[in-house]
C-alpha cells in the first residue's frame, strides 16, 4: 500500500485535459513540495514537474502540477498519443525522512 | 549531460546478498544525494535508501536494515548491497540523483534499471 493516493487510472480522448490527483498528510505533501515522473512501460521514469509546478527543460508546457494542502494534482492539457504512459506523483516525509511514491496512475488515450 | 547505469548480476538465489553498482557521468558522487529505487514486476515505485557522501543517509524502514549503500569517490560509483534476498526482492533497480534545496526533494536523473530476479 503506498503512502500518496492516486487513482489507479484516467482516460481521455486526444486534444482532451486530464488531471491525476495524489493525496497524501501533512507529514509529506502537507510539508514539502510534490514531483510527479512520467513512465512509458518498460522504461525509466522520468521527472515531469518538481517543486509542485516546475517543468524542468524539455518538458512541455502542455504539463502542469499544483498543490493546495495535502492533496496534489497533475494536469496534461492538449493530450496526444504518446502521453500514454503511467504516472507517479511523489513527496518527501519528515516520519520517514525519505521519499514516499503514489501508486501509479495508468493514462491511456482513447 | 548527467547520466546513470546500473550494472549487476540479473539472477540471485535466495538468502544470498544482492549488489549492483551505478555508475555516475556528467555529476560528481561527491556532492550529491544518490538514491536506489526499486519496482516489482507490474507494480509501484519503492524507495530504497539513499545517501551521501558526507554521511547522510537513510533506508526504507520496511527493509529491516537489509540495505547498505556505499560510494567509490575514485570509480565514480555509488553501489547497493541487499542481504537476505526472497523472491519479494525481484524487482527493476533503479539508481537516480536526489535533488534536494529546502523543501523540495525529487529524483531529477534516473538509470535505465537492471531487472534483479531471485531464485534458485
Known amino acids: 500500500q503506498s503512502v500518496l493516493t492516486q487513482p489507479p487510472s484516467a482516460s481521455g480522448t486526444p486534444g482532451q485535459r486530464v488531471t491525476i490527483s495524489c493525496s497524501g498528510s501533512g507529514s509529506n505533501i502537507g510539508s514539502n513540495t510534490v514531483s510527479w515522473y512520467q513512465q512509458i512501460p518498460g522504461t525509466a521514469p522520468k521527472l515531469l514537474i518538481s517543486?509542485?509546478?516546475q517543468r524542468p527543460s524539455g518538458v512541455p508546457d502542455r504539463f502542469s502540477g499544483s498543490k493546495s494542502g495535502t492533496s496534489a494534482s497533475l494536469a496534461i492539457r492538449g493530450l496526444r498519443s504518446e502521453d500514454e504512459a503511467d504516472y507517479y506523483c511523489a513527496g518527501w516525509d519528515d516520519y520517514l525522512n525519505g521519499p514516499v511514491f503514489g501508486g501509479g496512475t495508468k493514462l491511456t488515450v482513447l | 549531460q548527467v547520466q546513470l547505469q546500473e550494472s549487476g548480476p540479473g539472477l540471485v538465489k535466495p538468502s544470498e546478498t544482492l549488489s549492483l553498482s551505478c555508475s555516475v557521468s556528467?555529476?560528481?558522487?561527491?556532492?550529491?544525494?544518490w538514491g536506489w529505487i526499486r519496482q516489482p514486476p507490474g507494480k509501484g515505485l519503492d524507495w530504497i535508501g539513499y545517501f551521501h557522501n558526507t554521511g547522510g543517509s537513510n533506508y526504507n524502514p520496511s527493509l529491516k536494515s537489509r540495505a547498505v549503500i556505499s560510494i567509490d569517490t575514485s570509480k565514480s560509483q555509488f553501489s547497493l548491497k541487499l542481504s537476505s534476498v526472497t523472491a519479494a526482492d525481484t524487482a527493476v533497480y533503479y539508481c537516480?540523483?536526489?535533488?534536494?534545496?529546502?523543501?523540495?526533494?525529487?529524483?531529477?536523473?534516473w538509470g535505465p534499471g537492471t531487472l534483479v530476479t531471485v531464485s534458485s
Open positions: 517543486g509542485n509546478d
Open positions: 537516480a540523483r536526489l535533488a534536494t534545496s529546502d523543501w523540495e526533494y525529487y529524483f531529477d536523473y
Open positions: 556528467g555529476a560528481s558522487v561527491s556532492n550529491f544525494y
